[in-house]
């Protein structure tokens, strides 16, 4: 087999006769455009052959499809379950869970301090498969991932249906700073809340991106402490149009709620701008129970892929 030649069409450079392959002359517009056609057609046929591997497990994709995730993983993906705060959403084990007047269950956090929010609500937990999902979407753009998201974000508003008076809830996406929105491309919150629009009745909600903006740019969450957290989000949103916003009931929606620092700011913002119920629905949100152990490495985690994508 060593006197085998391979017929190799290159666009980026030319290889020469010792690279044993053969390479048609770019100046032949028809043999170029052959040679295109024919480079197309093997390149399908070769992702249709050998689809790339699930970017959460590494196990070989059997389907294609936009979103290089296997089934499993998808599958996997489940909704918080157990006891959680009627406010927050957090989970509540049943030693420090506070039942409240009306029969409803409280964390300690929002039984001593209301939220600006009137109630949280998520799909799933902050952890494997559905925090790296969302890293798919928020820092390898993988764009196809907000469809899924969308379907959470979603379930999540579906809890929070009761609650909404008659008429067209304001959705507001948590905003990025201008000079992230241009680094990333895209908005991961508003890409994943217009997903989850076409899943939900129409009509039922307004979707309005420009409603709230981050007029300050500000520094990683990750690290800090509760305190720190407040002082860094204070001053960081404004509400554009104020005048929309007066008696509306507005629905907050972010990919991962972790302490509430964020969507408590933006709805104290939103309050104040007359809104008169806030409402979050987030795709993710960190459970103490889950995530005390872990937390470190998550953060360290999470640091070393913000940094990586700059």
Known sequence: MAGRRRV????SKDLSPSDGATVFPRGNSLVSSLA????????ALFATLFPEDCRLCGTPLTNISRL???CE???SLSRIDGVLCSIC???????????????????????????????????GSYESGLRELIHLLK????????????RMLAEAIGDLRVCFRSGPILMVPVPLHARKLRQRGFNQSELIARSALKILS???FQLNAHMLERQRETQSQIGLSRHQRRENMRGAFVVARSQEIVEREVLLVDDVMTTGTT??????????????KVYVATVARTLKGETQNAKPQFEVEDALVMAAHG
Not at 8 to 11: E, G, I, L, N
Not at 36 to 43: H, I, L, P, R, Y
């Open 8 to 11: 190799v069409f290159s666009s």
């Open 36 to 43: 295109t056609g024919f480079s197309n057609v093997a390149t």
């Open 68 to 70: 290089p995730v296997c």
């Open 73 to 75: 993983c998808l599958s």
């Open 89 to 123: 959403g957090e989970r509540l084990t049943v030693p420090y869970a506070t039942s409240v007047e009306d029969g409803e269950a409280q964390c300690e956090m929002c039984r001593r301090a209301q939220p600006p929010y009137v109630q949280a609500a998520a799909y």
């Open 139 to 150: 820092y390898d753009r993988v764009r196809p991932a907000a469809t899924v998201l969308g």
């Open 202 to 204: 129409a009509g039922s």
């Open 263 to 276: 969507v408590s700011e933006c709805a104290r913002v939103l309050r104040r701008a007359g809104a008169c």
